[in-house]
């Protein structure tokens, strides 16, 4: 079973950036697709975007795409999500999340997940 760590949030001005990362450990990382999640004060937990095994095809959510990339080093078992253009609506505790790689990517239904890092954007 895999375990996930998240880090990298803080405190961002809005337009600023922000690089969260989560490693990887207690499994074979290439096994898994890996995902994003946020969670922002009263509201539903939402799914950012994920990346497949190998780290070539990515799916994000309308509202993120064009200002989030994700990525991951397979040899650091690493998954990265970078925060661009960053809005006061992006304010969220960030998950990662983690499911066997056969699944879709953009199937938001994951196994495994962090604990969360807190991003806040002021504005």
């Known amino acids: 079973q895999v375990q996930l760590v998240e880090s990298g949030g803080g405190l961002v001005q809005a337009g600023g950036s922000l690089r969260l990362s989560c490693a990887a450990s207690?499994?074979?990382?290439?096994?898994?697709?890996m995902g994003w999640f946020r969670q922002a004060p009263g509201k539903e937990r939402e799914f950012v975007g994920a990346i497949n095994w190998i780290g070539s095809t990515t799916y994000y959510t309308d509202s993120v795409k064009g200002r989030f990339t994700i990525s991951r080093d397979n040899g650091r078992n690493t998954v990265y999500v970078q925060m661009n253009s960053l809005k006061p609506e992006d304010t969220a505790v960030y998950y990662c999340?983690?499911?066997?790689?056969?699944?879709?990517?953009?199937?938001?239904?994951?196994?495994?997940w962090g604990q969360g890092t807190q991003v806040t954007v002021s504005s």
């Open positions: 999340a983690a499911k066997p790689r056969v699944r879709s990517i953009a199937d938001a239904k994951f196994d495994y």
């Open positions: 207690g499994g074979t990382f290439t096994n898994y697709a």
